[in-house]
T-cell receptor
Framework: KAGVTQTPRYLIKTRGQQVTLSCSPISGHRSVSWYQQTPGQGLQFLFE???????NKGNFPGRFSGRQFSNSRSEMNVSTLELGDSALYLC?????????????FGEGSRLTVL | TQLLEQSPQFLSIQEGENLTVYCNSS?????LQWYRQEPGEGPVLLVT?????EVKKLKRLTFQFGDARKDSSLHITAAQPGDTGLYLC???????????FGTGTSLTVIP
């Protein structure tokens, strides 16, 4: 079956702009979670959506937001971009909530903020 | 301070050597997972350990969950260049919904 698909794979933005990243989970998976990965901070949990509801949220400012649609596809948005937002953004899908089973990751969206 | 601390952070060894990676916390986890991430890709699950004291083997990889469910280790026997990658432990606390990743161990196996 198809894996987790993230788009776009690469993007470059400038400070102050906003960006929207998309994640299509594995068919049948209802949980989508988002992570930020940087060399200095490692993998940091952003938020999880399960059946269109945000189930929990990590310690990130309100500029980071997300949503999940009825087909389980998810988007995350970062507004007023800062240089420190440059990172690999990973999405993971799972059949059940993330604290109960295996996560399947996409290849990520690499964001560079200039 | 990260909830899950891994050591060592970097490891470079010769092919055929053995190694152990540690994942430690002061918190109790309901389960712990180990993932491997290769450059340009997302992490891929290697194993999930659930019971305190549990040991699981995956070919040359041996995973152990601490008795108190606060730590875990990954032991690789006779490392091969294909084992090169970033190893991440991850888990859910015994209470709450959040999921935490460890600080990561970057392994390089030299042919």
């Amino acid at each position: 079956k198809a894996g987790v698909t993230q788009t776009p794979r690469y993007l470059i933005k400038t400070r102050g702009q906003q960006v929207t990243l998309s994640c299509s989970p594995i068919s049948g998976h209802r949980s989508v979670s988002w992570y930020q990965q940087t060399p200095g901070q490692g993998l940091q949990f952003l938020f999880e959506y399960f059946s269109e509801t945000q189930r929990n949220k990590g310690n990130f400012p309100g500029r980071f937001s997300g949503r999940q649609f009825s087909n389980s596809r998810s988007e995350m948005n970062v507004s007023t971009l800062e240089l420190g937002d440059s990172a690999l953004y990973l999405c993971a899908s799972s059949l059940n909530p993330i604290n109960t089973g295996e996560l399947f990751f996409g290849e990520g969206s690499r964001l560079t903020v200039l | 301070t990260q909830l899950l601390e891994q050591s060592p952070q970097f490891l470079s060894i010769q092919e055929g050597e053995n190694l152990t990676v540690y994942c430690n916390s002061s918190s109790v986890f309901s389960s712990l997972q180990w993932y491997r991430q290769e450059p340009g890709e997302g992490p891929v699950l290697l194993v999930t350990v659930v019971t305190g004291g549990e040991v699981k083997k995956l070919k040359r990889l041996t995973f152990q969950f601490g008795d108190a469910r606060k730590d875990s280790s990954l032991h690789i026997t006779a490392a091969q260049p294909g084992d090169t990658g970033l190893y991440l432990c991850a888990g859910a606390l015994a209470t709450g919904n959040q999921f935490y990743f460890g600080t990561g161990t970057s392994l390089t196996v030299i042919p």
